[in-house]
């Protein structure tokens, strides 16, 4: 039999096979497809979804990467595209996407500025009055008051609820990475998922709910997890100990992430993981995968999605982490429905007087009660 060894082959061959080598594409991830969803307030989001890969994609989770929101961060920046192809390639689907106001996700609809949407009016620099038609077609994170950046959960929201629609992906068994303020509005967002629930209507009587949606929801990764937002005008380190507990008693693994130079931050994630876990202990090494953990990420005080940069191992890190916890995870079903519209939902934070969050005909659930979540919204 003949090999590329030129002692044995005639050349012509050889470098026949070489061309047909050459012209022959090397194996790459797909892709990532442009996408556009709209927020219940109408806001249209863009951002970039990465279909999984490898023979295991449809075993694997989706991955939703959150941006920090804090001075006009967005989901170009740092190393976000580069950590999604990497997930993708271990057979995770991924969306990415920029909050409202940041990076390409500046344009609304006639109804961002209706009525009803009080906080669009109170909190936007922008606004232009009464008048429908001298609003403007477009938003700036820079005409942001402080009041409205807990808003943006309602963009984590219609992420989701995009997925659920998308049909050929399963986002119960959803992963959340985020930075900075953006992981702060992550984790507020997964504990109201724990709030949500179907529910069926009753004449007569409260509504038969179903489990929380939060049960679709496997971990949480927070790189320095902020305790305030707006640029640390809004202190939430007291609702975000709550929130973090609610995911961190119903088995999500939550992982909180720093640089190991950055003090405030190596204190902020021992103390948040004494919250979760009275007997923790640095000092003594894991054996098993731990529902709340920590990474510290070596020789830097980089923050934040900054952290994701190339040669720090945070992107290696958070891959090797999330196969770990899927070969741990059961996988949930798909229970996205087949028709949204048809589904109605209820906020049960005060489980004996649900309150109705999605009613009949609506595309999505209507804006998170901030309120229930210990978050100004006035």
């Not at 892709?31 to 023979?55: C, I, S």
């Not at 998922?193 to 489990?211: D, F, M, N, T, Y």
């Amino acid at each position: 039999m003949c090999t590329l060894s030129l002692g044995r082959c005639g050349r012509g061959m050889v470098f026949g096979v070489l061309a047909l080598l050459m012209l022959s594409p090397p194996s790459r991830a797909a892709e990532a497809e442009a996408v556009k969803f709209d927020t219940v307030d109408g806001v249209h989001l863009r951002g970039r979804f990465y279909p999984a890969q490898g023979k295991e994609a449809k075993e694997k989770a989706v991955v939703l990467l959150l941006h920090d929101v804090e001075k006009g961060g967005n989901s170009s920046q740092d190393g976000w595209g580069s950590l999604a192809e990497a997930l993708q390639k271990e057979g995770f689907a991924v969306l990415l996407f920029d909050f409202r106001g940041h990076g390409e996700s500046t344009s609304v609809g006639t109804q961002f500025w209706d009525v009803r949407n009080t906080h669009n009016r109170k909190f936007l620099k922008n606004y232009k009055g009464e008048k429908a038609a001298d609003q403007p077609e477009t938003i700036d994170y820079k005409d942001f008051q402080p009041g409205y950046y807990p808003y943006l959960i309602n963009d984590v929201s219609a992420a989701k609820a995009y997925l659920d629609r998308r049909g050929d992906v399963n986002a119960y068994n959803l992963i959340v990475v985020g930075a900075g303020e953006g992981g702060t509005l992550g984790a507020a967002w997964m504990a109201s998922e724990w709030k949500r629930a179907e529910g069926l209507v009753q004449i007569g009587a409260p509504p038969r709910l179903s489990e929380p949606e939060g049960r679709g929801l496997v971990a949480g990764i927070f790189l320095t997890l902020d305790t305030k937002l707006a640029g640390g005008r809004i202190n939430v380190s007291q609702p975000l100990t709550g929130w973090l507990k609610d995911v961190h008693k119903s088995k999500v693994k939550v992982a909180f992430v720093y640089g190991a130079e950055d003090k405030d931050s190596d204190a902020r994630s021992l103390a948040l993981l004494k919250t979760l876990r009275p007997d923790y202990n640095r000092k003594v090494a894991e054996k098993t995968l731990p529902t709340a953990g920590e990474e510290a990420i070596k020789e830097t005080q980089l923050t934040g999605s900054k952290l994701l940069k190339d040669g720090l191992g945070t992107q290696a890190w958070i891959v090797k982490y999330l196969n770990a916890v899927m070969d741990k995870h059961t996988r949930v079903e798909n229970l996205a429905p087949a028709d949204p519209t048809k589904v109605i939902y209820f906020w049960t934070f005060d489980p004996k007087n649900p309150l109705l969050a999605k009613e009949p005909g609506a595309r999505m659930v209507d804006l998170v009660p901030l309120s229930k979540l210990g978050l100004p919204e006035k």
